[in-house]
Structure formats: structure tokens, C-alpha cells
């Protein structure tokens, strides 16, 4: 969930190292902070709240240096406070940045303590900091003593290390969180993610598990797990310095909202041969992998589990194949059983979840033969880890709210249901409809996003309201599930959702004129169903707001406030339902005045449990 900057160059390295800070506030933060060795000494300065304070304080008092690391801190270990911002430094000899948790840091801390060390801080890092100065003391070199030191840290993290005895090295590891080499002009750079380092390079190295990587001008030395010198393969990215800007949009997730046809389209790119889905296009042995699946888990976090709420019923119904869905972290720790030869598939925006990541590992401890993810990110850990490897094509989404990294993923979904339905009870006409429907909805999803203006208006009946209500059937009760969050974590309304059959369960208690209640309706065969529950609402008095495909002639209710969706037939109903409700968070957030594309306590990527 931190993010990480690093750099050694011939030139000053702050206002990199400051622009990678920004480039990576999407990924969630409560402090900022930037170091850097200048004539054997280490300048530092850390700052609560968003770069841009640390910008105005170096401002205020420069420093410089070819040699420099940085961090955005994202509170686990000690409240957010300056003193307990990145870097963290050990009597003006050694500075670190960290993402990750240590576990075993109290044992380390209370041996530390007894070496007389001072902490200056409540954070897990500090112990890492103090204990490669310890090492330093019984070997020549920076490398060596990050070697020993990190051989004693139980967890996850990502270092980036500089030492004033060392001046012209610095050193990066990774052990569970993803950290990636910028490879310049006799020049590198680290960083969490390869967006920190378009304004300076498009070639990367992708460290491994257990790397240690000795970083200086003219010299990359990479040692594995096993301390032995590595090559790692430098990666040319496509992406360019403005794929990540907002470009003409107030905030990154509007922008990324009206994004979705076109990544849909991306998503679709390639992989059809005269209307057809190519098994070969998920893999060399997809089909191989395919011909013996006989169920299908799914394990996810957020946003990415409710697209596989989704896809259970797609592939049980379309394909008639079991399928279960699991919350990852809840999968890992409940000892499972699976079924045999089931396929694990894996999704996640960035790939580096850490416990899906986990979760993914236990079912292979388990037995799991075959593994399949969904990702957006190329390189990650879960698409090294995986059989299979589906990529969404969606480009960089910077909002912390996932919009079209979500309709991409069920995308991928469908697809998936086809190409393994063909094994189960899909037929060729079926598959036809549903190919010619995905071809048409990035097309639908453009008459959607007309919607816009109305449903701005709509936003502003939420203006007061502390409480919302979701409702949906079938696989349009994920799709309210997802609605839910959405509202929630840039909004901050308390937001639930439902299966529409579940009001008389217990809801309905709920329901009064302060309560929206926000209702998808396709015109599919549940809809009746789905309107003797919109009634149960409106006749306690609940103010009704029904998403409705524009096919449906609806009885007259003042209570019912209804948006006409153009018609989607079938299955991509789920898939373009989603659009209005993100719409309509973010314009009830955008009223509220929260911050939309890094709303509070929440990061882009959870790498940490």
C-alpha cells in the first residue's frame, strides 16, 4: 500500500523522486517523506498528509543529492505523524524505506533496545534500519550487511537502502511486495510500480522473490534467494508519462469511467478468429488445462470478488459448471477442500493483493493442479504464480475506486465461461449470442454514459443522507453489492446491499423516507419478482431510486424515482448496470467534497494482510 522511490543518477534526484511520489499517490497514504546522502550526510525531510506539503517544505528548505530515497506512508504500525514517515534513519549512517510488515519486529525491537538503540518512532521499519547498522559493523560493504540483516526479518517488504559509508550504492530487496528497477542512462531507479518512473524511463526490471539488488551508476548486480548472481530481463513498457494524467476530467475516476468502452474493446482485441473465441489466446496449453476442469473456485478481494459473485452464476447457469467463490483471506485461513481438478482462478486490479496472493499458494498446497488469473498489471507476482494468465487490458486505473478494471474483469469472466462451457453444456448458439453481445456492449455502454447529467442531478438527493440501501436478483445483486462499496468509499455513506427476495428478512425494518433505496431492474425473468419487492418499499414510505431498462412501462408511484437504461439484453446486463451506479457515487462524492480518487483510509494496492 506504500509506495516507494529510488534513485541514483548524475544529477539531483529530488524533483524525481517528488514526482514519483505523486505519480504514486493513488495507491493510498497518510505521509511523505524524502532523503538524500549530499557530502557524506543524509538530508531528510518527512511531512504528514500529501506530497504536495512535502513539496512546500523542500521548497522552504532545499536539499539536493545524486543519490536518494522516498516514501508515502500508509499508517499500519504508529498513527500517521512525522515522526513516523519514511525514511527512517539510524544515527546518521543508514536511511530506509519500506513497504511491508515485519512480524517478528517486537523480538527485534526488545534486542535492539538491550544494544542501546533509541527509537524514534512507533513503526515496524525502524528495527530493519538498526539492524542492517548492526550488520554494518562486521562486514566491509552495504550489500553484505543488508544480506545478514534482512536473513533475520519474518514478513513482507520492499527496501530501498542508502548508507553515508556507502555512498554511492543503493540497495534494493523485495520479499512479498512488489518493487521494480528503472533502468536509464547511466542511471537507475526503484520504485512499488513502473508509473513512478515514465517521466524517466520505459525499461524495467521486474525483481523476483528474495532479490537483493546492489544499484550503482555504472553497475546492477542482482542476487537471488539463494545469494547468487542473477540476470533479470529489462522490460520495454508501453505505457507512457501521460497515461497516467487526468487529461481534461476533474479526477481520475471520471476519466476512467468514460474509459470502459474503450478498454472493453482492448479486452476483446485479438482474441476472436471469425466470431470466434480462440482457445489459444489464454495460453499455449489453455486447452489442454480446460479439457480437464471439472469446478471452478474463484478467490478475490473487493471489487474483484464481487465480479466473481457474478461470474458463479454465469458459469453455472451458461456453462452449468460448479463454481464457488471465496473471499480470499477468509479461503486461506478456513482449511478448504477442494474439489478434484478444479481450476483456481485468481483476480486482482494489480496483482500483488497479498492475500490472494496467499490464498493462491494455499490452494496449491492443497492440491490445486490448475491456476488461472485475471489481472491488469503485466509482471506481477499472481501472473508469474499462475498456470494461465488473462490479462484485462484495462491500462493504468489511479483511482482508488476500481471502475473499468472491474467491467473488464467480468469480461474476461465471460469469456472464460465460454471457452470452458464448450467442455459442459454450452451450445454453439448460445456461444454465438453472447460473443455478438460482448462485440456490441462497449457501443451500449457509450448510450450509458449519456446518462450522465441526469444522474448528476439525481446525486443531489443524497446531499444529507447518511444510509443507503441496494437491491438487485440474480447476478444483479453483486452488481448492487458493488454499487454499495462504491458509494461508501468515496462517499463515506453507510451502504448495504441485498438480494431483493431478502427484505422481509430483516431490511424492510430499515426502510423509511430517509433510507434510498437504489434498485438495478433489467428486463430479464426476474423482473416481476423485483417488482413486488420495489412495492414492499414504496408502501413504507421509501424513497425508490430503479435503474430500469427503458423496455419497461412502470406503474405510477410518486416514491419511485426512475433512470431509463438503454436496453441490454441477457447476460451483459451486469456488466452495464455498473456504469450509472459508479456515476452516481461519484457525483454524491463530488457533492459531498471527499477526496474521489484517494478517499481516506483506503490504497489502490493491499500488500499487506
Same mark, same amino acid.
Given at each position: 500500500?506504500?509506495?516507494?522511490?529510488?534513485?541514483?543518477?548524475?544529477?539531483?534526484?529530488?524533483?524525481?523522486?517528488?514526482?514519483?511520489?505523486?505519480?504514486?499517490?493513488?495507491?493510498?497514504?497518510?505521509?511523505?517523506?524524502?532523503?538524500v546522502?549530499?557530502?557524506?550526510?543524509?538530508?531528510?525531510?518527512?511531512?504528514?498528509?500529501?506530497?504536495?506539503?512535502?513539496e512546500?517544505?523542500?521548497? =522552504?528548505e +532545499?536539499?539536493?543529492?545524486?543519490?536518494?530515497?522516498?516514501?508515502?506512508?500508509?499508517?499500519?504500525?504508529?498513527? $500517521?505523524?512525522?515522526?513516523?514517515?519514511?525514511?527512517?534513519?539510524?544515527?546518521?549512517?543508514?536511511?530506509?524505506?519500506?513497504?511491508?510488515?515485519i512480524?517478528n519486529? &517486537?523480538?527485534?525491537?526488545?534486542?535492539?533496545l538491550k544494544?542501546g538503540?533509541?527509537?524514534?518512532s512507533?513503526?515496524?521499519?525502524?528495527?530493519?534500519?538498526?539492524?542492517?547498522?548492526?550488520?554494518?559493523?562486521?562486514?566491509?560493504?552495504?550489500?553484505?550487511?543488508?544480506?545478514?540483516?534482512?536473513?533475520?526479518?519474518?514478513?513482507?517488504?520492499?527496501?530501498?537502502?542508502?548508507s553515508?559509508?556507502?555512498?554511492?550504492?543503493?540497495?534494493?530487496?523485495?520479499?512479498?511486495?512488489?518493487?521494480?528497477?528503472?533502468?536509464?542512462?547511466?542511471?537507475?531507479?526503484? =520504485?512499488?510500480?513502473?508509473?513512478? *518512473?515514465? +517521466?524517466?524511463?520505459?525499461?524495467?526490471?521486474f525483481?523476483?522473490?528474495?532479490?537483493?539488488?546492489?544499484?550503482?551508476?555504472?553497475?546492477?548486480?542482482?542476487?537471488?534467494?539463494?545469494?547468487?548472481?542473477?540476470n533479470? $530481463?529489462?522490460k520495454?513498457?508501453?505505457?507512457?508519462?501521460?497515461?497516467?494524467?487526468?487529461?481534461?476530467?476533474?479526477?481520475?475516476?471520471?476519466?476512467?469511467?468514460y474509459?470502459? $468502452?474503450?478498454?472493453?474493446? &482492448?479486452?476483446?482485441?485479438?482474441?476472436?478468429?471469425?466470431?470466434?473465441l480462440?482457445?489459444?489466446?489464454?495460453?499455449?496449453n489453455?486447452?489442454?488445462?480446460?479439457?480437464?476442469?471439472? =469446478?471452478?473456485?474463484?478467490?478475490?478481494?473487493?471489487?474483484?470478488?464481487?465480479?466473481?459473485? /457474478?461470474?458463479r452464476?454465469?458459469?453455472?447457469?451458461?456453462?452449468?459448471?460448479?463454481?464457488?467463490?471465496?473471499?480470499?483471506?477468509?479461503?486461506?485461513?478456513?482449511?478448504?477442500?477442494?474439489?478434484?481438478?478444479?481450476?483456481?482462478?485468481?483476480?486482482?486490479?494489480?496483482?500483488?493483493?497479498?492475500?490472494?496472493?496467499?490464498?493462491?499458494?494455499?490452494?496449491?498446497?492443497?492440491?490445486?493442479?490448475?491456476?488461472?488469473?485475471?489481472?491488469?498489471?503485466?509482471?506481477?507476482?499472481?501472473?508469474?504464480?499462475?498456470?494461465?494468465?488473462? *490479462?484485462?487490458?484495462?491500462?493504468p486505473?489511479?483511482?482508488?475506486?476500481?471502475?473499468?478494471?472491474?467491467?473488464?474483469?467480468?469480461?474476461m469472466?465471460?469469456?472464460?465461461?465460454i471457452v470452458?462451457?464448450?467442455?459442459?453444456?454450452?451450445?454453439?448458439?448460445?456461444?454465438?449470442?453472447?460473443?455478438?453481445?460482448?462485440?456490441?456492449? $462497449?457501443?451500449?455502454i457509450?448510450?450509458?454514459?449519456?446518462?450522465?447529467?441526469?444522474?448528476?442531478?439525481?446525486?443531489?438527493?443524497?446531499?444529507?443522507?447518511?444510509?443507503?440501501?441496494f437491491?438487485?436478483?440474480?447476478?444483479?445483486?453483486p452488481i448492487?453489492m458493488?454499487?454499495?462499496?462504491?458509494?461508501?468509499?468515496?462517499?463515506y455513506?453507510?451502504?448495504e446491499?441485498?438480494?431483493?427476495?431478502?427484505?422481509?428478512?430483516?431490511?424492510?425494518?430499515?426502510?423509511?423516507?430517509?433510507m434510498?433505496?437504489?434498485?438495478?431492474?433489467?428486463?430479464?425473468?426476474?423482473?416481476?419478482?423485483?417488482?413486488?419487492?420495489?412495492?414492499?418499499?414504496?408502501?413504507?414510505?421509501?424513497?425508490?431510486?430503479?435503474? *430500469?431498462?427503458?423496455?419497461?412501462? +412502470?406503474?405510477?408511484?410518486?416514491?419511485v424515482?426512475?433512470?431509463?437504461? +438503454?436496453?441490454?439484453?441477457?447476460?451483459?446486463?451486469?456488466?452495464?448496470?455498473?456504469?450509472?451506479?459508479?456515476?452516481?457515487?461519484?457525483? /454524491?462524492?463530488?457533492?459531498?467534497?471527499?477526496?474521489?480518487?484517494?478517499?481516506?483510509?483506503?490504497?489502490?494496492?493491499?500488500?499487506?494482510?
Amino acid at each position: 500500500m506504500c509506495g516507494i522511490v529510488g534513485g541514483i543518477a548524475q544529477r539531483n534526484v529530488v524533483p524525481i523522486l517528488l514526482e514519483g511520489l505523486k505519480r504514486l499517490e493513488y495507491r493510498g497514504y497518510d505521509s511523505a517523506g524524502l532523503a538524500v546522502i549530499n557530502n557524506c550526510e543524509i538530508y531528510r525531510k518527512r511531512e504528514v498528509g500529501k506530497v504536495i506539503g512535502l513539496e512546500a517544505l523542500l521548497e =522552504a528548505e +532545499p536539499i539536493s543529492g545524486n543519490i536518494g530515497i522516498a516514501h508515502t506512508r500508509w499508517a499500519t504500525h504508529g498513527k $500517521p505523524s512525522t515522526a513516523n514517515a519514511h525514511p527512517h534513519i539510524c544515527r546518521n549512517k543508514v536511511a530506509v524505506v519500506h513497504n511491508g510488515i515485519i512480524e517478528n519486529h &517486537e523480538l527485534l525491537k526488545a534486542l535492539q533496545l538491550k544494544d542501546g538503540h533509541q527509537f524514534t518512532s512507533q513503526t515496524d521499519t525502524e528495527v530493519i534500519v538498526h539492524e542492517i547498522f548492526n550488520a554494518m559493523k562486521t562486514v566491509d560493504d552495504l550489500v553484505a550487511a543488508v544480506k545478514l540483516a534482512v536473513k533475520k526479518l519474518e514478513g513482507a517488504y520492499a527496501l530501498g537502502i542508502m548508507s553515508v559509508d556507502d555512498p554511492n550504492v543503493l540497495v534494493a530487496c523485495r520479499k512479498g511486495s512488489p518493487l521494480v528497477i528503472g533502468v536509464g542512462i547511466g542511471e537507475y531507479f526503484i =520504485a512499488s510500480d513502473v508509473a513512478a *518512473m515514465l +517521466p524517466v524511463t520505459q525499461r524495467f526490471i521486474f525483481m523476483e522473490d528474495g532479490d537483493i539488488a546492489a544499484i550503482s551508476l555504472n553497475k546492477l548486480i542482482i542476487y537471488d534467494a539463494d545469494d547468487q548472481v542473477v540476470n533479470r $530481463p529489462i522490460k520495454e513498457s508501453k505505457l507512457t508519462a501521460d497515461a497516467v494524467d487526468k487529461g481534461d476530467y476533474r479526477h481520475y475516476m471520471l476519466k476512467e469511467i468514460y474509459e470502459q $468502452p474503450f478498454a472493453i474493446s &482492448e479486452t476483446l482485441e485479438g482474441r476472436f478468429i471469425n466470431n470466434r473465441l480462440q482457445e489459444n489466446s489464454f495460453g499455449h496449453n489453455a486447452a489442454e488445462v480446460f479439457d480437464n476442469i471439472k =469446478a471452478i473456485q474463484i478467490i478475490a478481494c473487493g471489487t474483484s470478488y464481487h465480479a466473481g459473485l /457474478v461470474a458463479r452464476y454465469w458459469f453455472e447457469e451458461i456453462a452449468r459448471v460448479p463454481c464457488h467463490v471465496e473471499v480470499a483471506s477468509e479461503f486461506r485461513y478456513r482449511n478448504p477442500v477442494l474439489m478434484a481438478d478444479t481450476l483456481i482462478i485468481t483476480i486482482s486490479q494489480s496483482g500483488e493483493t497479498a492475500d490472494t496472493l496467499a490464498a493462491l499458494q494455499e490452494a496449491k498446497r492443497l492440491g490445486a493442479k490448475y491456476s488461472l488469473t485475471i489481472c491488469n498489471v503485466p509482471e506481477s507476482s499472481l501472473v508469474r504464480e499462475s498456470d494461465l494468465v488473462l *490479462m484485462t487490458r484495462a491500462g493504468p486505473e489511479i483511482g482508488v475506486a476500481s471502475t473499468k478494471a472491474f467491467t473488464t474483469q467480468l469480461v474476461m469472466l465471460m469469456l472464460l465461461v465460454i471457452v470452458i462451457g464448450r467442455r459442459f453444456k454450452l451450445t454453439d448458439q448460445v456461444e454465438q449470442k453472447i460473443s455478438a453481445d460482448l462485440f456490441s456492449l $462497449p457501443r451500449k455502454i457509450e448510450k450509458i454514459l449519456l446518462l450522465n447529467d441526469e444522474i448528476k442531478v439525481l446525486a443531489e438527493q443524497f446531499s444529507e443522507k447518511n444510509h443507503a440501501l441496494f437491491l438487485g436478483r440474480g447476478a444483479h445483486y453483486p452488481i448492487a453489492m458493488e454499487g454499495a462499496l462504491k458509494l461508501k468509499e468515496i462517499s463515506y455513506i453507510h451502504a448495504e446491499a441485498y438480494p431483493a427476495g431478502e427484505l422481509k428478512h430483516g431490511p424492510l425494518a430499515l426502510i423509511d423516507a430517509d433510507m434510498p433505496v437504489i434498485t438495478v431492474a433489467p428486463n430479464n425473468s426476474l423482473l416481476e419478482k423485483l417488482k413486488s419487492n420495489i412495492q414492499e418499499v414504496s408502501a413504507r414510505g421509501g424513497q425508490l431510486i430503479v435503474f *430500469m431498462d427503458e423496455t419497461i412501462v +412502470p406503474a405510477a408511484d410518486d416514491n419511485v424515482h426512475i433512470i431509463k437504461v +438503454p436496453q441490454i439484453e441477457n447476460e451483459m446486463s451486469a456488466i452495464a448496470y455498473t456504469i450509472p451506479l459508479q456515476l452516481l457515487a461519484y457525483h /454524491v462524492a463530488v457533492l459531498k467534497g471527499t477526496d474521489v480518487d484517494q478517499p481516506r483510509n483506503l490504497a489502490k494496492s493491499v500488500t499487506v494482510e
